[in-house]
């Protein structure tokens, strides 16, 4: 394994690759889980595609950030911490790394990140 990068940035932009391999390695499977209600892409490697295949994997790790600092607000009792929140909604707004690294950043002064 190789050293883990070291900017919040760097760290993110792994965490969001590694979901986008993951969900690659997902669509790609001998039975892939069928999405009912979503109308198949006319071609998978189109610049669209890929475009969502990249907010997907943003918004799969932002999901994992909440799923974290749910956790961590649950064994502490605290409030919310303040322009959290805001961070969160600019991201669901603009789904981007940038966004992503600001929410991140949050958690990373919690040390909630690995």
């Known amino acids: 394994m190789t050293a883990s990068p070291e900017t919040l940035t760097e760290r993110?932009?792994?965490?969001?690759?590694?979901a986008?391999?993951?969900a690659d390695q997902r669509a790609?499977?001998?039975?892939p889980k069928v999405k009912r209600g979503q109308p198949r892409p006319a071609d998978p490697d189109s610049p669209d595609m890929e475009e969502t295949r990249d907010t997907d994997s943003l918004k799969r790790v932002f999901h994992e950030l909440?799923?974290?600092?749910?956790?961590?607000?649950?064994?502490t009792g605290g409030p919310v911490v303040p322009g959290l929140?805001?961070?969160a909604y600019n991201f669901r707004a603009e789904p981007t790394l940038a966004s992503l690294?600001?929410?991140?950043?949050?958690?990373?002064?919690?040390?909630?990140l690995d």
């Open 12 to 18: 993110m932009l792994a965490r969001v690759n590694a």
């Open 20 to 22: 986008r391999r993951a």
């Open 28 to 31: 790609s499977a001998t039975r």
């Open 66 to 75: 909440g799923v974290s600092y749910r956790r961590y607000r649950k064994q």
């Open 85 to 87: 929140r805001d961070a």
């Open 101 to 112: 690294v600001t929410v991140a950043g949050f958690l990373d002064e919690l040390e909630l």
